[in-house]
C-alpha cells in the first residue's frame, strides 16, 4: 500500500518541479526581451519582504540578502507581466485561428 502512494508522490514532485521549470524559462525570456528592449543590461531577482523581528526566519533572510540599497522606482515586474500576458493573448489567438481553420476543411 505504501509503494503506490510514495510513487504517486514522486510523481506529482516532479509534476511540480516541471511547471516551476517551465514557468522560470518563460519568464526568464520575458525579462530577456524587456531587458533588451530598454538596455537594462542586469536583472537581479529581488525580495522587497521586510524584516519581521517576531518571526526569526524573516531576520536571517533580510540579513544575508545580497541587495542592501535598491531604488525602490526601479521595478520592472509589472512590464514583465503585461509582456507575458501579450504573448499569451497572441498564443491563444493562434490557436483559435488554427482551431477554426482546421474545423473548416
Do not use: C, W
Not at 516532479?14 to 536583472?43: F, G, K, M, P, W
Not at 522587497?48 to 536571517?60: A, G, K, P
Not at 526601479?74 to 482551431?99: G, K, P
Amino acid at each position: 500500500m505504501r509503494l503506490p502512494r510514495v510513487h504517486k508522490h514522486r510523481e506529482l514532485s516532479e509534476a511540480e518541479a516541471r511547471i516551476y521549470y517551465d514557468s522560470y524559462h518563460q519568464i526568464a525570456a520575458a525579462l530577456r526581451a524587456v531587458a533588451t528592449d530598454n538596455n537594462i543590461q542586469l536583472v537581479l531577482n529581488f525580495s522587497s519582504e521586510e524584516m519581521d523581528l517576531e518571526q526569526n526566519d524573516s531576520v536571517f533572510r533580510g540579513v544575508m540578502r545580497n541587495v542592501v540599497y535598491h531604488d525602490s522606482t526601479i521595478n520592472m515586474t509589472n512590464t514583465v507581466m503585461r509582456y507575458l500576458e501579450e504573448q499569451t493573448n497572441t498564443s491563444q489567438d493562434a490557436t483559435i485561428v488554427n482551431t477554426s481553420s482546421n474545423m473548416n476543411r
